[in-house]
Structure formats: structure tokens, C-alpha cells
């Protein structure tokens, strides 16, 4: 069964920082892109942060989308089948349920793989 398991949301100030892990099971870790999106209420989903596999297609190349850039870091250890977001300078529009997704090899291959998500709250 795939399982991806989002940790790490909570409430930060304004400036604060933030570490979110997805933690995978089920498929194989190293030949996927896996992608950070958020929600925030009232919004539709958005793409955050993506890395690429490093097998084939994939590169291990990481993105962003322009309101993370320069703030947050993707990364992942696939000898923990894990991804990583690091989060610096949130500020309130950082605010949703951010959720990691798996897909093919690289970042634009669709995602078809989703989970639950985990709360990312951040107070002015």
C-alpha cells in the first residue's frame, strides 16, 4: 500500500521556522518526484516545491514557486525513503495544510500519489 505521512506543521510566528517531513512507503522512493502543495482556506491548491528523482528522467533537480523562493528548502534522503521542507521567514500567507504527493520521475509527471496533509499555521 502507498503511504505518504506528512509531520511537522504547527503554529509559528511570523519569521519563524518550520520543518515538514513526508515520510513514503509502498512504492519506490528513489525513482519518484515527490512535491510539496498547500491550500489555504478559501484558495485552491497550489504547487509549492518539488525534487526531482535522480534515476532516469529525473535529476535530483529541485523548484519552487516564486513566493517560497530563497525561503524554502526541499530535500530528501532516500535511505529514509523521506522528504524534507525546510520553511525560514514564514510569514501568514504561508498559512494552509500543506500535503506531499509522489509522482514519475521528474517533477512534471502527474502526482498520483497523495497525503493527508498537515497544518502550517503562522501568526503575524
Known amino acids: 500500500e502507498v503511504q ?3 509531520s511537522g506543521g504547527g503554529l509559528v510566528q511570523a519569521g519563524g521556522s518550520l520543518r515538514l517531513s513526508c515520510a513514503t512507503s509502498g512504492f519506490t522512493f528513489d525513482d519518484r518526484a515527490i512535491g ?3 491550500q489555504a482556506p478559501g484558495k485552491e491548491r497550489e504547487g509549492v516545491s518539488c525534487i526531482n528523482s535522480g534515476f532516469n528522467e529525473g ?3 529541485t523548484y519552487y514557486a516564486d513566493s517560497v523562493k530563497g525561503r524554502f528548502t526541499i530535500s530528501r534522503d532516500n535511505a529514509k525513503n523521506t522528504v524534507y521542507l525546510q520553511m525560514n521567514s514564514l510569514n501568514p500567507e504561508d498559512t494552509g495544510v500543506y500535503t506531499c ?3 514519475g520521475y521528474s517533477c512534471g509527471a502527474n502526482f498520483d500519489s497523495w497525503g493527508q496533509g498537515t497544518q502550517v ?4
Open 101 to 103: 504527493a509522489a509522482g
Open 121 to 124: 499555521t503562522v501568526s503575524s
Open 36 to 38: 510539496w502543495f498547500r
Open 59 to 61: 535529476d535530483g533537480r
Open 4 to 6: 505518504l505521512v506528512e
